[in-house]
């Protein structure tokens, strides 16, 4: 059973540049969340995605966007990309009916 | 809002030296209690979900207890291979796929 999937595995960008990350959700589950983990912090909620809409949305600018495809696969955009947005983003997937939230390996990005 | 604090921020231990992970949370009401494990540079790994007080999970050496107030994250005889980064979480609000409120974790160590 293929657990969630996230590419790239790292990646290195400039101030100002835009960025696109993917993922891959469990098998069978439909609901996508993305989260921004900071060195030495806990998950930050972005947001989260279900039936190709954005249904919830931390506290994040909009410059964070998102889409979700028809096989529930996600992207997660980020523009204009600051140094503060070097961290690692983590997916996660759920069922629609569960609070359980089962993340993938993460994305590194470096903002240089 | 809902808040989430574990303590302490990193734990030392030698191999079979038994301890506690501490995960106290401030919720509107207790919709349940995610522990995860975190690898350095990976995603959390799901361990256990609790839903009411009085309610414990058991896992190898690990075992979680919830009460109204905080949870509990007992490591007995711990081995090398448990060091890693403990998370605990809470969903923010009633209904299925509510994001989750993350604490900034317990890094815990275990010498040989």
């Known amino acids: 059973d293929a657990g969630v999937t996230q590419s790239p595995t790292h990646l290195i960008k400039t101030r100002g540049q835009q960025v696109t990350l993917r993922c891959s959700p469990k098998?069978?589950?439909?609901?996508v969340s993305w989260y921004q983990q900071a060195l030495g912090q806990g998950p930050q909620f972005i947001f989260q995605?279900?039936?190709?809409?954005?249904?919830q949305r931390g506290n994040f600018p909009d410059r964070f966007s998102g889409h979700q495809f028809p096989n529930y696969s996600s992207e997660l955009n980020v523009n204009a990309l600051l140094l503060g947005d070097s961290a690692l983003y983590l997916c996660?997937?759920?069922?629609?009916?569960?609070?359980?939230?089962?993340f993938g390996p993460g994305t590194r990005l470096t903002v240089t | 809002e809902d808040q989430v604090t574990q303590s302490p921020e990193a734990l030392r231990l030698q191999e079979g030296e038994s301890s506690s992970l501490n995960c106290s949370y401030t919720?509107?009401?207790?919709?349940?209690l995610f522990w995860y494990r975190q690898d350095p540079g990976k995603g959390p790994e799901f361990l256990f979900t609790?839903?009411?007080a009085g309610e414990e999970k058991e896992k190898e050496r690990l075992k979680a207890t919830l009460t109204k107030k905080e949870s509990f994250l007992h490591i007995t005889a711990p081995k090398p291979e448990d060091s890693a980064t403990y998370l605990c979480?809470?969903?923010?609000?009633?209904?299925?796929?509510?994001?989750?409120?993350f604490g900034k974790g317990i890094t815990l160590s275990v010498r040989p």
């Open positions: 919720v509107s009401g207790l919709r349940g």
């Open positions: 979480a809470v969903p923010a609000y009633t209904g299925a796929n509510s994001k989750l409120t």
């Open positions: 609790l839903y009411s």
């Open positions: 996660a997937s759920s069922l629609d009916f569960s609070y359980e939230q089962y």
């Open positions: 098998s069978g589950h439909d609901t």
């Open positions: 995605y279900y039936e190709e809409e954005e249904r």
